[in-house]
């Protein structure tokens, strides 16, 4: 897994929207919250995306760098164990649900785009930041690259979404992700440190809404997004 | 230069420390209480039922102990910590006298509130509290740990208010962590306060004054847990990868949550309806 020098392109790679793994189809909570009225103008979109990367964004980071660092290692035998604590953080089976689809769809994409035998050891729906932790560990990045891959990609994602939910100004939504910009950046520091730590002491941020929302738009006939 | 007394840290005066424990066993075909040590402010002390109970109503075999608060706080700086044993095949049904209000102490620093508690096998352990409020600049930590055998049942409440009347909360967190055989089945660490970034947006709490949530565990629910049930639009019953639910609910004040609350555990239906 050496890699020449920088492994910038890789992370542009696996952080890049464009990804065909499936996560164009999601809102990250974001029509959720439109639906239910908590979101109705730009400072209502940043303030969610704020939450949500300081929840279950950094969640998604620190499980993501605790799998790189693993894989590196090539010590895959606790990924059950991390599974297990990433079920345990997530109390809404609808969002467990979502992210074994995402995780299944990015092993799906990566094992074809670039082959490698961890990816038939994750079993059949392993969660998404565990899939993006091992494909970056793969591609020769770090933990805090798989952290930063996440983060930028789920927060992306959902702004990109208000563009469809809301009518927005996309210039607007650009400069929100770019105001957070250096939080993002914060949150993968946090999410690298914690990695090196035991699986149980690993971040479990709790957000109310995006659980009770998620139930609710499971519910709904008429939606954009899967989530 | 010798110095014969070190100067005692600024703040660490006013401290309060505080170790309670808690001990049940089963005797003689009903539960009773096998150790009990109050302390300073941790005030334990055996009781009658209080009111409605999930699961143990009006049941004489049980053992009930009241918490109550021996002085104000909570307050910044102080150090509690509890530790529950729920012994093998005993019930434990923990309540407590009023809802605890949490403030910043007279020299700042964080207070910290540890509960360890172990329910081990064939027990049941039902925690029914009052409200946590968390005054205007109060920092504060509470951590819950919560290790259950896998054929033991449980039941808890927690509910946490955003300051008092008309007062903005200062910075809390809340975590609970439960483990079931070893293995992990609910872990969250809910922020809110002046310190926590988003939490007054529409991923975690929006504009609530209160928020809570209610636990349940039951070995029967291995194949076959209650389905997922947004009963509300600010409440949902979700079901987590174990035998066990959580009821999670946000609410205006703390009389519209524990109304949520309870229709989520009256919508369990017998035996936790209470």
């Not at chain 1, 209502?44 to 300081?54: M, Q, S, T």
């Not at chain 1, 649900?97 to 729906?125: D, E």
């Not at chain 2, 049930?229 to 409440?235: E, K, N, T, V």
């Amino acid at each position: 897994m050496a890699r020449a020098a920088g492994g910038s392109a890789a992370l542009l790679l696996l952080a890049d929207g464009r990804l065909p793994a499936g996560g164009y189809a999601h809102s990250g909570g974001l029509e959720p919250a439109v639906t239910a009225g908590r979101i109705t103008d730009m400072a209502g979109v940043e303030r969610f995306l704020i939450g949500r990367a300081e929840t279950a964004g950094l969640t998604a980071a620190a499980f993501a760098a605790a799998a790189c660092s693993r894989a590196a290692r090539d010590d895959l035998s606790d990924l059950s164990g991390l599974e297990a604590e990433l079920d345990a953080r997530i109390p809404s089976p609808e969002l467990r649900t979502v992210s074994r689809n995402l995780g299944r769809q990015l092993r799906r994409a990566m094992a074809g785009i670039h082959p490698h035998p961890h990816y038939a050891t994750l079993g059949a729906a392993p969660h998404q930041p565990i899939v993006m932790g091992v494909a970056a560990a793969v591609l020769g990045l770090g933990p805090r690259d798989a952290a930063l891959a996440i983060l930028h990609e789920t927060n992306s994602g959902a702004a990109a979404a208000a563009a469809k939910v809301l009518r927005v100004d996309p210039f607007e939504v650009h400069a929100i992700l770019a105001r957070m910009a250096d939080r993002l950046d914060r949150l993968a520091g946090e999410a690298a440190a914690a990695a090196a730590g035991p699986a149980c002491d690993l971040p479990a941020p709790a957000s109310p809404l995006a659980d009770i929302a998620a139930e609710h738009h499971r519910r709904t006939h008429v939606r954009l997004f899967a989530s | 230069m010798y110095v014969s007394s070190p100067p005692e840290p600024v703040g660490l005066a006013n401290r309060m420390t505080a170790r309670a424990a808690l001990a049940t066993e089963l005797s003689g075909g009903a539960s009773r209480i096998r150790a009990l040590r109050s302390d300073g402010p941790l005030v334990l002390r055996p009781s009658h039922p209080k009111g409605a109970e999930p699961l143990t109503h009006r049941r004489p075999d049980v053992a009930r102990v009241s918490l109550a608060a021996g002085t104000a706080g909570p307050l910044g700086g102080d150090d509690y910590a509890l530790s529950i044993h729920v012994g093998g095949g005993s019930t434990l049904v923990l309540q407590e006298v009023s809802a605890m209000l949490v403030l910043p102490g007279a020299t700042g620093g964080r207070s910290r509130t540890a509960v360890d508690i172990r329910v081990e096998s064939g027990a049941t352990f039902v925690w029914w509290p009052e409200p946590i409020i968390a005054a205007h600049r109060c920092d504060h930590e509470h951590d819950i740990r919560i290790e259950i055998a896998p054929d033991a049942r449980m039941i808890l409440r927690e509910e946490a208010i955003l300051g008092r009347h008309g007062e903005m909360p200062g910075d809390f967190a809340s975590r609970l962590r439960i483990t079931r055989g070893g293995l992990p089945l609910y872990d969250q660490r809910l922020r809110f306060g002046p310190g926590a970034e988003g939490a007054d947006g529409p991923a975690i709490l929006g504009d609530a004054g209160a928020v809570g949530s209610v636990i349940v565990v039951d070995p029967v629910w291995v194949d076959d847990a209650p389905p997922a049930l947004p009963f509300h639009r600010d409440a949902a019953r979700t079901p987590l990868a174990g035998p066990a639910v959580a009821i999670a609910a946000i609410a205006a004040d703390s009389l519209a949550l524990r109304r949520l609350l309870s229709r989520g555990v009256q919508d369990l239906g017998a035996p936790w309806a209470a």
